[in-house]
Nanobody
Framework: VQLVESGGGLVQAGGSLRLSCAASGIRFSIYAMNWYRQAPGKEREMVATIAGNDDTSYAASVKGRFTISRDNAKKTVYLQMSSLKPEDTAVYYC????????WGQGTQVTVSS
């Protein structure tokens, strides 16, 4: 299983970014896909998840601002982030559980005030 994130960068507060995570080595369509983030000095936290049936859930801190989606044909999961805040600054990781946890390498998102 391989997960490769892209799309991070530096953005001003109030701006938007879209993260992508391309997966390989799994039957992508049947697995829940997750986005986590880890800020400096803090524990890794789940941001959003999308099930195989497209049901979604979000952390309270991002609900209404972030949208997770998936393209099963491309084996890619997305995280559209809007109204970004400095506290959204973190390394964002893609995750899938298939007998064990698999993680991407992470992509840095920095939101300046």
């Amino acid at each position: 299983v391989q997960l490769v994130e892209s799309g991070g960068g530096l953005v001003q507060a109030g701006g938007s970014l879209r993260l992508s995570c391309a997966a390989s080595g799994i039957r992508f369509s049947i697995y829940a896909m997750n986005w986590y983030r880890q800020a400096p000095g803090k524990e890794r936290e789940m941001v959003a998840t999308i099930a195989g049936n497209d049901d979604t859930s979000y952390a309270a801190s991002v609900k209404g601002r972030f949208t997770i989606s998936r393209d099963n044909a491309k084996k890619t999961v997305y995280l559209q982030m809007s109204s970004l805040k400095p506290e959204d600054t973190a390394v964002y990781y893609c995750n899938v559980f298939q007998s064990q946890d698999y993680w991407g390498q992470g992509t840095q998102v920095t939101v300046s005030s």
